[in-house]
């Protein structure tokens, strides 16, 4: 028997089978990247709708002016502005790209105000913050220059807000502290007698100058003195009793009249009006003391009473004036000169003064409204506008009550006159403010609706109609929002009301944000909606909830069109006929195909995290 050996030569055929592998494993290390990029994509694509879904929701949210400018050539050009800014300058959005400020009518002034500040922030790479007065009111605004390349021109963002009402508020506050030390300082300069004692030892406390120097005594002694050492008709049990209402609260004030004695041992005869005072830090009675010397004396009563009415007046600011109707005489108090902004004994008269002063539109209806109520036909209360003799307009409220003689014919007419130009500017305010937000909803391409705490739509934008498939508000104002819109789920199954998370907003009030559920059209259709449902509160208390939503139908498709996709790739991986896997750095496996595990008789769970140890 013959053995033969043969021998092949395979080498060739084994550095071939090494090429094909080697392909195949960088087909599979960049079928793997490019798997891991589109992935990458579709989470940067969404992080990025996100956040430039929430920029958009704060660059165009109300409250604030906001947008993006550059400066040129010593103005202030406009890139893109929100709706807030465009309202301010009574225009759209669109119409301001690319306008400069001296375009849009801002003074040079104003523009290099802000260009100053933007120049500031460009130096120093930090927000700057300022506020100003304009021909409207008060602005605060935040500017910040972008970062940019090398060699570009800076651009700037700003933000600006009005303050109007807080500088009111602010001036209205320092007023009522100058008016507040002003009535400090009257009371303790007032000649009438005002004390403050303790209401259990009932030592004086306080003391004002007019009490001193009716008594003669020094600051010193009063201090160690109570109200029954200067009332000589009062014992200190007498003087308990008389307390005694104000102490359980069946009476707020005390009025009588009794006598103070003086350091010298004399009398004179007084009112007194006594209160208890409750504070968090102590109780205390106040007395405020009239020396009614001169009434008893003369028996004048109505000095006294007019006197009460004049300090009643000042401290409502309330201007009294007094018509003569037989004399044809007019007569105003101190007050009524400051409310018609001129000096007192104006020349010319009172009565020239009131007709110089009313608004020539409103003159010849204020005059009819005074000779109806002379008449008898109507009481006098009317509202007109004055003109002060430095053209500002302040508006003015008038009451008056007529009276009359025996033969029922007006011989007097006593009125005041309020100045209520604060409020009218305030109530002016909110009706702009009111018709900028009805402008904002009308507006946005965002569909928005608001609740009550039933349920009820309480109003809803034109996107919100349109979207909805509706031909008006009206016909969704005052209907349950989820039993119209939301009452089913995506699969067809109910959805019970106090499961709807837009409810939690004003039952629970917290926010909520969802991005799986649908909403139902009018014509029955539904489409995946992404919604925020927020509380509204009204003087602290939860009234209700504000919803807005999208119709993310669009997005979607794209992400059933990428995860098809995804499937395509899978697919074309496990039919391969060869052994496809993919190792980390480490050497764990991270994918492996089909005819990896016929191969090598392993099974995904056995190998995806593992490596060949």
């Known amino acids: 028997a013959v053995c033969r050996l043969v021998i092949i030569d395979i080498s060739e055929h084994t550095r071939e089978t090494a090429e094909i592998a080697e392909l195949l494993r960088v087909a599979e290390t960049?079928?793997?990247?490019?798997?891991?990029?589109?992935?990458?994509?579709?989470?940067?694509?969404?992080?990025?709708?996100?956040?430039?879904?929430?920029?958009?929701?704060?660059?165009h949210s109300p409250g604030a002016m906001r947008g993006?400018?550059?400066?040129?050539?010593?103005?202030?050009?406009?890139?893109?502005?929100?709706?807030?800014?465009?309202?301010?300058?009574?225009?759209?959005a669109e119409a301001m790209r690319g306008r400069r400020a001296g375009e849009l009518g801002v003074p040079r002034t104003i523009i290099d105000l802000w260009t100053a500040h933007y120049e500031a922030s460009r130096r120093t790479q930090k927000p700057v913050q300022f506020e100003y007065e304009h021909e409207a009111g008060w602005l605060f605004a935040s500017v910040s220059c972008l970062p940019g390349a090398p060699g570009t021109e800076a651009r700037?963002?700003?933000?600006?807000?009005?303050?109007?009402a807080r500088k009111k508020a602010e001036a209205a506050r320092k007023k009522a502290e100058a008016e507040r030390n002003r009535l400090q300082?009257?009371?303790?300069?007032?000649?009438?007698?005002?004390?403050?004692?303790?209401?259990?030892?009932?030592?004086?406390?306080?003391?004002?100058?007019?009490?001193?120097?009716?008594?003669?005594?020094p600051l010193e002694t009063m201090r160690g003195l109570t109200p029954v050492d200067i009332k000589p008709d009062y014992?200190?049990?007498?003087?308990?009793?008389?307390?005694?209402?104000?102490?359980?609260?069946?009476?707020?004030?005390?009025c009588f009249e009794t006598c103070h004695r003086r350091a010298d041992d004399s009398r004179y005869p007084?009112?007194?009006?006594?209160?208890?005072?409750?504070?968090?830090?102590?109780?205390?009675?106040?007395?405020?003391?009239?020396?009614?010397?001169?009434?008893k004396r003369t028996g004048h009563a109505l000095q006294s009473s007019e006197h009460r009415l004049r300090l009643a007046t000042e401290a409502a600011r309330l201007g009294v004036w007094d018509r003569d109707v037989v004399g044809n005489q007019l007569v105003w108090d101190e007050r009524m000169y400051e409310l018609y902004g001129v000096p007192a004994g104006a020349c010319g008269g009172v009565a020239e003064a009131w007709e110089k002063a009313v608004h020539p539109d409103d003159f010849a209806r204020v005059s009819q409204e005074g000779r109806d109520a002379l008449a008898g036909r109507k009481d006098f209360h009317t509202q007109f506008r004055v003109v002060w003799p430095d053209g500002q307009i302040r508006f003015m409220e008038a009451h008056a009550i007529v009276l009359r003689g025996p033969d029922g014919a007006a011989q007097?007419?006593?009125?005041?006159?309020?100045?209520?130009?604060?409020?009218?500017?305030?109530?002016?305010?909110?009706a702009e403010q009111a018709q900028q937000v009805r402008d904002l909803l009308e507006s946005t391409a965002e569909a928005i609706y608001g609740l009550d705490l039933e349920g009820r739509c309480t109003f809803a934008n034109p996107a919100c109609v349109e979207m909805l498939g509706y031909g008006a508000a009206d016909e969704l104002i005052g209907r349950n929002m989820h039993g119209l819109i939301h009452h089913h789920r995506s699969d067809g199954s109910a959805y019970p009301a106090d499961e709807c998370p837009i409810y939690q907003a004003f039952r629970g009030g917290h926010g909520t944000h969802i991005v799986d559920e649908v909403f139902w059209r009018a014509d029955g259709s539904s489409f995946p909606a992404e919604y925020w449902s927020h509380p509204i509160r009204r003087d602290g208390e939860i009234c209700g909830s504000v919803v807005a939503f999208l119709d993310i139908t669009e997005r979607k498709q794209a992400q059933q069109e990428?995860?098809?996709?995804?499937?395509?790739?899978?697919?074309?991986?496990n039919a391969s006929p060869i052994i496809v896997f993919v190792k980390d750095r480490e050497g764990r496996h991270l994918l492996i195909n089909d005819q990896y595990e016929k191969v090598v008789g392993k099974t995904r769970e056995q190998v995806i995290g593992r490596t060949d140890d």
């Not at 793997?32 to 990458?40: G, V």
């Not at 005072?277 to 109780?283: N, T």
């Open 68 to 92: 993006i400018v550059e400066l040129v050539d010593g103005d202030i050009r406009h890139l893109t502005d929100n709706a807030v800014t465009a309202g301010f300058f009574g225009m759209k």
């Open 412 to 430: 007097r007419m006593i009125g005041i006159n309020r100045d209520i130009t604060e409020r009218i500017q305030a109530e002016k305010t909110s």
């Open 156 to 164: 700037f963002t700003y933000e600006a807000r009005d303050i109007t």
């Open 30 to 59: 960049t079928r793997h990247a490019l798997q891991k990029t589109l992935e990458d994509e579709r989470r940067t694509e969404a992080a990025l709708a996100e956040s430039e879904a929430i920029l958009q929701s704060f660059f």
């Open 562 to 573: 990428i995860e098809r996709s995804r499937r395509f790739l899978d697919s074309l991986i």
């Open 185 to 217: 300082d009257v009371l303790h300069r007032s000649l009438n007698e005002i004390y403050l004692f303790d209401p259990d030892s009932l030592r004086f406390k306080y003391v004002n100058t007019g009490a001193l120097k009716n008594l003669g005594h």
């Open 235 to 254: 014992t200190r049990p007498e003087f308990e009793r008389l307390l005694a209402p104000l102490r359980t609260g069946v009476s707020e004030v005390l």
């Open 270 to 295: 007084v009112e007194v009006h006594l209160q208890l005072i409750r504070q968090p830090e102590g109780d205390v009675f106040l007395a405020v003391i009239l020396d009614i010397t001169e009434r």
